[in-house]
Nanobody, 125 residues
Framework: QVQLVESGGGLVQAGDSLRLSCAAS????????IGWFRQAPGKEREFVGT????????YYSDSVRGRFTISIDNAKNTVYLEMNSLKPEDTAVYYC??????????????????WGQGTQVTVSS
């Protein structure tokens, strides 16, 4: 069974950086797509970015493009979300998710089959 475990969240100030990790286990992930999503209180879970485990450039939402970077460490079976120039509006619970569905980029949360438990990111002004 696929297991995804996020870590690295915390409380930071506006303009700071933070790196989230998504440790994946239970399968060989070479055919998977990993997505990052976030959910602020009272709001829908929204797409942040996505990457193919097999390689290629990640795809980002307009709100984070240029500030966030997704990368994969194959040796550690871990996907990272590097977040720079954080803003108070980035405050949310961040989730990683996995899918083997076809198509690129996969933006809809409904197309991801496996989810982590989430990690809280709070950005103070």
């Amino acid at each position: 069974q696929v297991q995804l475990v996020e870590s690295g969240g915390g409380l930071v100030q506006a303009g700071d950086s933070l790196r989230l990790s998504c440790a994946a286990s239970g399968r060989t992930f070479s055919t998977y797509v990993i997505g990052w999503f976030r959910q602020a209180p009272g709001k829908e879970r929204e797409f942040v970015g996505t990457i193919k485990w097999s390689g290629g450039s990640p795809y980002y939402s307009d709100s984070v493009r240029g500030r966030f970077t997704i990368s994969i460490d194959n040796a550690k079976n871990t996907v990272y979300l590097e977040m720079n120039s954080l803003k108070p509006e980035d405050t949310a619970v961040y989730y990683c998710a996995a899918t083997r569905r076809a198509g690129w980029p996969i933006l809809s949360k409904y197309l991801y089959d496996f989810w982590g438990q989430g990690t809280q990111v709070t950005v103070s002004s």
